[in-house]
T-cell receptor, first 114, second 112 residues
Framework: EAQVTQNPRYLITVTGKKLTVTCSQNMNHEYMSWYRQDPGLGLRQIYYSMNVEVTDKGDVPEGYKVSRKEKRNFPLILESPSPNQTSLYFC?????????????FGSGTRLTVV | GESVGLHLPTLSVQEGDNSIINCAYSNSASDYFIWYKQESGKGPQFIIDIRSNMDKRQGQRVTVLLNKTVKHLSLQIAATQPGDSAVYFCAENRGSGNQFYFGTGTSLTVIP
């Protein structure tokens, strides 16, 4: 089944403790992206990647890092999480090709930072 | 900037009625639009898309209408069913490759 897999689904952590949320897709998509979803603010892009070793900032990149060492994986790293990073996070992927395709989203990771 | 207000609009409809969900977009250069459905506890799912050279596109029980003059998009769901209860939001591609910008969404509740 074609899908984007995120792990973990739920995570509670303490301020300052580094964490990684994994994202993997099995569709050979070049483009991958991370979003956070907050009440009233919709989906906001954190980082995206057009291909292996190519990453770029989205609208809200502060406090996050990403890497794209392999085509299928795009982990989101929070080096020193803070409570304002409590949110619902989604990974998405699509083929390249401009405005021709929508995203396939993962099921989400609900992160709570205390 | 954000096209949709900060408060999540809500829509309640009776099962079997038609639903209309609206979305305003901000950028006249946007040339590709998608409607997504997000059920509780799940990621957004693609419903239907439309390009800026069209003003209407139909799918199974869903129709998207695009009015470029007023930068407005609507999603019509025919014979709404309880399984249609979800948050619906539109996404616009502003002609810059794979980047999409999302509205805040509308919460649809179907009353049995």
């Amino acid at each position: 089944e074609a899908q984007v897999t995120q792990n973990p689904r739920y995570l509670i952590t303490v301020t300052g403790k580094k964490l990684t949320v994994t994202c993997s897709q099995n569709m050979n998509h070049e483009y991958m992206s991370w979003y956070r979803q907050d009440p009233g603010l919709g989906l906001r892009q954190i980082y995206y990647s057009m291909n292996v070793e190519v990453t770029d900032k989205g609208d809200v990149p502060e406090g996050y890092k990403v890497s794209r060492k392999e085509k299928r994986n795009f982990p989101l790293i929070l080096e020193s999480p803070s409570p304002n990073q409590t949110s619902l996070y989604f990974c998405a992927s699509s083929p390249l090709g401009g405005a021709n395709y929508g995203y396939t989203f993962g099921s989400g990771t609900r992160l709570t930072v205390v | 900037g954000e096209s949709v207000g900060l408060h999540l609009p809500t829509l309640s409809v009776q099962e079997g009625d038609n639903s209309i969900i609206n979305c305003a977009y901000s950028n006249s250069a946007s040339d590709y639009f998608i409607w997504y459905k997000q059920e509780s506890g799940k990621g957004p799912q693609f419903i239907i898309d439309i390009r800026s050279n069209m003003d209407k596109r139909q799918g199974q029980r869903v129709t998207v209408l695009l009015n470029k003059t007023v930068k407005h998009l609507s999603l019509q769901i025919a014979a709404t069913q309880p399984g249609d209860s979800a948050v619906y939001f539109c996404a616009e591609n502003r002609g810059s490759g794979n980047q999409f910008y999302f509205g805040t969404g509308t919460s649809l509740t179907v009353i049995p």
